[in-house]
Nanobody
Framework: QVQLVESGGGLVQAGGSLRLSCAAS?????LGWFRQAPGKEREFVAA????????YYADSVKGRFTISRDNAKNTVYLQMNGLKPEDTAVYYC????????????????WGQGTQVTVSS
């Protein structure tokens, strides 16, 4: 099993920034970030590969969010700039094992999530 622990969430005003971290017990996977707002389905945010430095972003966050990873520390980060109220959600880190990386069902391991709240 892969253990994932998110941190860095909090309350920020619109236009502000937050940096989320995900500490993984094993980072030899593509790692992704998802988010889920109250009453909404879980949606893909960003993902990053282990070796090719390939990154993927949802259209809603392109140009504002940046995903990165430090393999020596088994940690993935999500730098969130220019935050908007619609970014308010619980953010989850997950490990991808195969399939379509934008689908939650294809991630087998999940962290507990960290709350991000953006005030208007």
């Amino acid at each position: 099993q892969v253990q994932l622990v998110e941190s860095g969430g909090g309350l920020v005003q619109a236009g502000g920034s937050l940096r989320l971290s995900c500490a993984a017990s094993d980072a030899r996977y593509l790692l992704g970030w998802f988010r889920q707002a109250p009453g909404k389905e879980r949606e893909f945010v960003a993902a990053i590969s282990w070796s090719r430095s390939s990154t993927y972003y949802a259209d809603s966050v392109k140009g504002r969010f940046t995903i990165s990873r430090d393999n020596a520390k088994n940690t993935v980060y999500l730098q969130m700039n220019g935050l908007k109220p619609e970014d308010t959600a619980v953010y989850y880190c997950a490990a991808f094992l195969g399939g379509s990386f934008v689908l939650p069902k294809d991630y087998h391991y999940w962290g507990q999530g960290t709350q991000v709240t953006v005030s208007s």
